[in-house]
């Protein structure tokens, strides 16, 4: 017996967006009233798996599984009704009401420390921009001025500079803001030193460029070295909010436009989305790496069928294209056909782009 108020599930289930949910994990195609896919929970090619989003509930008609939302997290998930429903609850935001008071405390506990993560990370981004505006930041500034990123551009991305040293941020969020330190380290920002003796930042002397959910929050960072650094370029670890396979770059800023374009370009690099944008090819995102995983190209499909793979003309970038299309193949009873860009001469599109424009590439 659950020990969450009636109240509770009531709000989860009539906010939470059974479209949303299931189109995260299937990729559904509209057919009449309802959305068709691939059932999750049992092998079979068929489009047997129906969501009717009129009564929010879904049903498998081969199977024979269904259920509203939380019934379906439950399942996809492996979790138990109250965990569902505590996590529903969390993404819509319902108040939790009249549990057990260890439970209660609990949850608020785990909201709290979401959201001053959050937080967090946003106030790691306003830092990092504004160090790119200060005598420190030159360098990068110079690099983004030959790379002819304009300063509208610059704003628009939030990018930003993460001074040298080794606690300009620590400084910063610690002693300036009074964060709770676990609570930095555990948004990717800062790392303990070993043996004790306080921490010390993540990120120095890189361009950081603010990686936002779908929810346009910002989660992490991409960092590129302006040096001879290795690696050239440093995401965030892998935090509560930061999994580099569920999530794409620049998609906060591209989804409407795929929408309206009817047309997702997946790139390979940060640049080039930037780059893109910049030339008003707006409809562009990149994978966190060469790899384009199911998770990504579901977002991607929930907002258009049609997608181009444009990759660097290299090894890495020919197979990350072949395994990405070996995926849509999967999916070829939904009429889904991705197609390849090969730019001549080897270019990636920012190189490309600087050369011949917007109209070229798009032709």
């Known amino acids: 017996m659950s020990a969450l108020d009636p109240r509770t599930i009531d709000g989860v289930r009539q906010k939470a967006d059974i479209f949303e949910l299931v189109s995260e994990r299937v990729v559904l195609r509209k057919t009449g009233k309802d959305f068709r896919g691939q059932c999750p929970f049992h092998q079979g090619k068929s489009l047997s798996f129906s969501v009717n989003t009129t009564n929010n509930f879904y049903k498998c008609f081969s199977c024979g599984v269904g259920g509203d939302s939380i019934n379906f997290l439950m399942r996809i998930d492996q979790c138990s009704y109250t965990d569902a429903v505590l996590t529903l609850a969390r993404r819509y935001n319902i108040p939790v ?64 500079y993460a001074p040298p040293g080794w606690n300009a941020l620590v400084t910063h969020l610690l002693d300036r803001k ?125 907002l258009s069928p049609r997608v181009v793979l444009n990759f660097d003309a290299d090894q890495a970038g020919e197979k990350a294209a072949e395994r990405a299309v070996e995926y849509f193949k999967q999916l070829g009873n939904l009429g889904i056909q991705p197609r390849v860009l090969h730019i001549p001469e080897g270019k990636d599109p920012d190189e490309y782009l600087q050369t011949h424009g917007a109209d070229r590439y798009l032709d």
Do not use: C
């Open 178 to 302: 009074r964060y709770p330190a676990p609570i930095v380290e555990a948004a990717g920002l800062i790392r303990a030193r070993q043996g004790g003796g306080g921490y010390y930042d993540y990120f120095r002397n890189r361009l950081m460029l603010p990686i936002a959910d779908g929810r346009g929050r910002v989660v992490g960072f991409g960092a590129r070295a302006l040096g001879e650094e290795q690696p050239k370029y440093l995401n965030s670890p892998e935090t509560e909010f930061f999994e580099k396979s569920k999530l794409l770059y620049g998609l906060d800023r591209a989804r409407n436009a795929i929408a309206k374009q009817d047309l997702a370009i997946v790139v390979e690099g940060y640049f080039d989305v930037i780059s893109l944008h910049q030339w008003g090819v707006t409809h562009a995102v990149a994978a966190l790496g060469t790899a384009l995983g199911e998770y990504q190209v579901k977002q991607l499909l929930r």
């Open 97 to 160: 009401m009249a549990q057990e008071p260890a439970q209660r405390a609990e949850f608020t506990r785990q909201l709290a420390q979401e959201q001053q993560i959050l937080e967090v990370l946003q106030q790691a981004a306003l830092f990092y921009r504004h160090s790119l505006d200060t005598p420190t930041g030159q360098t990068a500034q110079e690099y983004l001025k030959r790379r002819g990123i304009t300063s509208e551009t610059q704003a628009q991305f939030q990018i930003g």
